[in-house]
């Protein structure tokens, strides 16, 4: 049995790129965890809020499932929110995301207690 593929992608954020390597069918949000990336996830992925707000470029967003109403909802409370902004706890990587870059808005609008740390799951 030959090994997953891994798929080579880069999160940006504040002007910076962070190269990523990831498996098929990994969540964004967990992905961006495990390696260190500042991604909000407050809620933890369950879809109640809207800090892990990811924006795709036009090609990765229109070959991606079409987001639910209630994660269109939740992005209506986005920070800096785009027509290809997307919720990290809503997408799993593929080979869509093959060389793509993932921009993190500067800002989130994060209804949690000050201080909370997410934990990657």
């Given at each position: 049995m030959l090994p997953s593929p891994i798929v080579?992608?880069?999160f940006s954020k504040n002007n910076k790129?962070?190269?990523?390597?990831?498996?098929?069918?990994?969540?964004i949000l967990s992905v961006a965890h495990k390696n260190?990336?500042?991604l909000e996830g407050a809620c933890e992925g369950s879809?109640?809020?809207s800090t892990c707000h990811v924006?795709?470029?036009n090609e990765l967003y229109n070959k991606l499932k079409t987001p639910s109403d209630r994660e269109y909802d939740l992005l209506?409370?986005?920070?800096?929110?785009t027509s290809t902004s997307r919720l990290g706890c809503q997408l799993?990587?593929?080979k869509n995301y093959e060389n793509k870059i993932l921009k993190i808005p500067?800002?989130?609008r994060n209804m949690t207690v000050d201080g909370y740390v997410p934990k990657p799951h």
């Open positions: 080579n992608f880069f790129l962070f190269p990523i390597k990831a498996k098929p069918g990994e969540n260190n990336i500042e879809l109640a809020c924006i795709l470029d209506d409370q986005a920070y800096d929110l799993s990587v593929d500067k800002a989130t």
